[in-house]
């Protein structure tokens, strides 16, 4: 090559210079930029368009092109037109949603919240309702909680997750069901539409009860999920995610009455929502798939399993670390000890009963009752009762059992009414149970007689003894053991549980004034008119033979036996009414209701109630036991408690070598002396009878005449001779003859102790 070839490094000059014009190429060179520009006409050239095919192929080909065409034309019109339509109903339904605040709180119904006598919180009737939280203010751990379990693309979706349907759709179907039938597949925001019942309100006129509007309202149907949807979709235009799922936390409902997240914080732990661990959060966000089933009052351990696999979710989707999730795990959440109590049980009911219906069992309004309750007191005859049945009665044996403790006033401290004690809404067998009272009614009758002069020292003699009943023949009643033990005393006939010398007393007073007495005590039930009286052959409740007994220890004044204390609405500081029970107006003399103490006590120390006695406490009381052994009872007091215990079967059958001094005088026992635990001895307010000089038998006439006795004024001892107190009396009263009243027969044989 020579150096003529060799190509010329540009000078400094001519790269300074480049806008200048450039000598012409030579020949050779001008070949090379013709042939670039043919270049882009080849290109052209390759795009020009192919020609189509003829023949059947090219018309089968063109009908495709045009079909698919038309499809396509059609669909993106239907397109359009579908969503202008659906666009314009999430429109309208936007317009009809009311503003956030009218939507927390969904009760149709009231809440009653009850506390005891220390002003604790222990039970919960109606639709609880805490308060109003939102989903800033509540645990993150129960937030948390709550969308990992529900929905946990909740903060990305648009209110539907078809990806969430879809799912849910497939699992349907793998498993057997409907593809509408089990999983939802439901949002939190589809949830919430559905907990507003998509905005319409109940109507009482539609026919439907509001229970049956709240079912419809849950079915599931393919127009409900649309409609579901849309409102969905509308509710998230309208409110914010958090304003959304703090209508979901405040409305739904979590088992236990408790509508709400504030409200089941407190029902289940007694700690507001906004102090919830990882564990409590996960039990409630777990109770929202079956808030009843999994409710932790029904059983607490599936409560907690369902919050471990809660639990396992959190951490999987990054709430908690591993650690955090294996100590709450390992720290269940406990139920506090209200729940524990299974909302006041029996108690609760009775309260709940005996208040004004419009504040109580279908209240509208939130309202608060104080009661007279002690969680103490209550926990001890629980416990009493238990212990009893789990050592002296055989496992199958289905005698039921009830207890009432109360004080003097009529305040009831506890009331169990049947062997299942955590429960709610079971028939009350202290309350509601109607049973014959047995040898426990006597007492009333030798309150009448103190009170008309008798002595506890007077005589009576124990010996064969009939009436001639008008209409029904001759009447003879028997004592429990069929002996008879010659003359004895008031006392001794009591404390032995004697029952012809009950019949004589009663016979002599006037069954009028024993029946007066008995009703002015309290014990309100129709009373057998005949001289059966005097066996406890009327019926009565626990409840009112418990409030007559403390009408005893309290000095003979009566008393309404009440468990609530005030009530009023919540929020407000006064109350709208108070208590309706208490100590009323004065049955007998403060020393006849002495020396009647003193009697019972013997009873306790010495007669038929010796099982009853503990920790060398004074105490007082009776037994009772009625005819076929069917009811038995054993009720009593200290200087501090009166107690009642009733043993039976519902349906009457007889129970098996069970008196009221045997197991319900042990119950009792058991009962008392938990109470008792750490208090001091305190003597009971009973008078013992002064020595008389003589002692003066009652012999009533064995066939009675109806009259009316009048009372003497005084009492005490009746010593004297011939012309002794009780002799004027029974002139004054009977004109040498005794008094009754009534001509029913009682059965033959009718036996009692």
Known sequence: MTDKNKRKRPLVADRRYAGKAKPKPKANAQAKPAARKAAPARRKATRAKRPRRGGVVGFFAGLARWFWRLIWTITWRVSLVAFLVLALAVGYIYTTIPPLEALLDGRARGSVTMLDREGDVFAWRGDQFGGVVTAESVSKHLKNAVIATEDRRFYRHFGVSPRGIASAVRINLSEGRGPLSGHGGSTITQQTAKLLCLGEPYDASSGMTEKEYEADCRRSSLSRKAKEALFAVAMELKYSKNDILSIYLNRAYMGGGAF?????????????????????????????????????????????SRAATVIRLMEGQGYLTAAEADEAIANPAQLSEAAEAEAGGYFADWVMSSGPEFFTRNTTEDVIIKTTLDQRIQRAAEDGLKWIFENKVRDSSEAQAAIVVMSSDGAVRALVGGRKTKVAGAFNRATQAMRQTGSAFKPFIYAAALDLGYSPDDLIVDEPYCLNIPGSGEWCPKNYTNNFKGPVSLTDALKDSLNIPAVKVSESVGRETVSTVATQFGIKSDLAAGPALALGASEGTLLEMTGAYAGILNGGSSVTPYGLVDLRLLGETEPLMGTGGGINERVIQEDAARQLVYMMEKVISEGTGQRAQFGGRQLAGKTGTTSANKDAWFVGFSADYVAGVWMGYDDNTPLTGVTGGGLPAEIWRETMSRVHEGMPLTELPMLAPAPPSNFTQVQPEPQPQPQQPQQPQGGGNRGGGAENVIDRVLRDIFGGGSSGSGSAAPAPGFLDR
């Open 260 to 304: 709400g997240a504030e409200a089941a914080a407190q029902r289940f732990f007694g700690k507001p929502s906004a102090a919830l661990s990882a564990s409590e959060g996960a039990m409630l966000a777990g109770l929202l798939t079956a808030p009843t089933t999994l409710s932790p009052t029904n059983n607490l351990d599936r409560s907690q």
